[in-house]
């Protein structure tokens, strides 16, 4: 069974960092993602890195600011969040993204993160 595992999320101050962590179980991807979903909005792109490489790309709303990397030993995708500002209040998911198939078949539950100001 493949489970994808969001972890880390939580209330922080403006300014302040969190550190996202996806557990991946039962098989591996190409490439994982970060997505996130305001309320009210649609689901939007954040970041996203490949397995083999580690080439990594982010939303212009997040580059510099954030930064995703991958343990493929562990199998665990972190995204490293600093300089928080309240319009990153979200819920983050993480995704994987098989080589041949469905780009959003696989997501995890999504973690909180809310940024006050």
């Known amino acids: 069974q493949v489970q994808l595992a969001e972890s880390g999320g939580g209330l922080v101050q403006a300014g302040g960092s969190l550190r996202l962590s996806c557990a991946v179980s039962g098989r591996t991807f190409t490439t994982y993602a970060w997505f996130r979903q305001a309320p009210g909005k649609e689901r939007e792109f954040v970041a996203a890195?490949?397995?083999?490489?580690?080439?990594?790309s982010y939303a212009d709303s997040v580059k510099g600011r954030f930064t995703v990397s991958r343990d493929n030993i562990k199998n665990t995708v972190d995204l490293q969040m600093n300089g928080l500002k309240p319009d990153d209040t979200a819920v983050y998911y993480c995704?994987?993204?098989?080589?041949?198939?469905?780009?959003?078949?696989?997501w995890g539950q999504g973690t909180q993160v809310t940024v006050s100001k």
């Open positions: 995704n994987g993204r098989p080589t041949v198939g469905d780009p959003n078949k696989y």
């Open positions: 890195i490949t397995r083999s490489s580690g080439t990594a």
